[in-house]
């Protein structure tokens, strides 16, 4: 794995407010000091949630590597009580382990997809090319 960039965290509350940001999450998360990370992030919430809960369920750090926004990243969930510190480390390479979690990822998205999709549709209507002018 190739790390682009430094590593940078943020802290969550009980509720999942942030209440510090450091390092180059400052530029994009800054602002969003009190609020809910999925007031500031709510695509997140989908991707991230989960492992949130797991770690703090279970008490254990979570790492987890997704693709959001544009970017791949790894992040390092450490609880401490109901607070949890993400660690966020950019990355350029990816091994495959990372592979087979974005591929599982990308079938989520594509079940999700599949089931908003109706049921039916109609059949297209005839085109013909002598109806171009």
Avoid: N
């Amino acid at each position: 794995m190739s790390v682009a960039g430094g590593c940078s965290s943020y802290v969550l509350d009980a509720d999942d407010r942030i209440t510090q940001v450091s390092g180059p999450l400052e530029a994009t998360l800054g602002h969003a000091l009190g609020h809910s990370i999925w007031e500031t992030s709510p695509e997140a919430e989908r991707l991230f949630k989960p492992y949130f809960e797991q770690a703090r369920r279970t008490g254990e750090e979570v790492e987890f590597t997704e693709f959001y926004r544009g970017f791949l990243a790894r992040r390092r969930v450490v609880p401490a009580g109901r607070s949890l510190t993400v660690y966020v480390t950019p990355m350029r390479e990816l091994d495959v382990t990372t592979l087979g979690t974005l591929a599982a990822s990308l079938g989520q998205i594509e079940a999700e997809l599949a089931a908003r999709a109706p049921a039916r549709r109609d059949r297209p209507a005839p085109a013909s090319l002598r109806a171009l002018p």
